[in-house]
């Protein structure tokens, strides 16, 4: 069976728990208000494309490239992203919920979250070198064995980083988040 390539074509409205999201690749498509919730996406291709305000909770991935996506204020809750494609992945989140979601092992250099929450996100062997993490909620979110060289924290909040399990080379922290860094020392800062 062939894939079909489908370009420059917006989706708006659409239930796909309901209606097929057919098999192929997509290619600078905008998926507007969309529901994928709950939904298996299996060998599916989409570069440079846009979701936003779309509902992906409990979708699982299996062998499905994102190569240079948008999502916008989208809901991302139990996601197992580790299960995409890893082959030239790319993302981008703005204002999204991403609560549960794992990026367990990924090469997610480069990645910008932008106020987001990411609570209790799993990032335990991931390469987020050169990420930016503006304005994000990381409460309890899992940094095991994490690149975080050069990562921008300076705005982000509630994150627990143990800087001698993570690589922290050139990560920027505000005064404020230092806490956040040594919490497991039980010291007080004032």
């Known amino acids: 069976m062939e894939k ?6 917006t989706f708006e409205k659409i239930n796909f728990k309901e ?24 060998n599916i291709n989409f570069t440079e494309c846009k979701f936003i305000d779309c509902n992906f909770s409990l979708v699982k991935f299996s062998n499905t490239a994102f190569r240079d996506i948008i999502f916008k204020n989208c809901k991302l809750l139990g996601i197992i992203f580790t299960n995409c494609n890893p082959f030239l992945l790319a993302f981008r989140f703005e204002d999204c919920n991403l609560t549960l979601s794992s990026f367990h092992k990924l090469n997610l250099k480069k990645t910008t979250f932008r106020n987001s929450i990411l609570n209790e996100v ?54 404020n988040g230092i806490q956040g860094l040594l919490y497991k020392y039980d010291i007080e800062l004032y």
């Open 4 to 9: 079909v390539y489908i370009e420059s074509k």
């Open 19 to 42: 209606t097929e999201l057919i098999k192929g690749e997509y290619e600078n498509c905008v998926f507007n208000n969309c529901d994928f919730s709950d939904i298996l996406f299996s």
């Open 122 to 175: 799993d990032f335990t062997e991931t390469n987020l070198s050169n990420s930016i993490f503006d304005n994000c909620d990381l409460t309890r979110a899992i940094f095991n064995n994490t690149n975080l060289e050069k990562t921008d924290f300076r705005t982000s909040y509630n994150y627990l980083i143990d800087p001698e399990i993570n690589r922290l080379k050139k990560a920027k922290f505000s005064l």
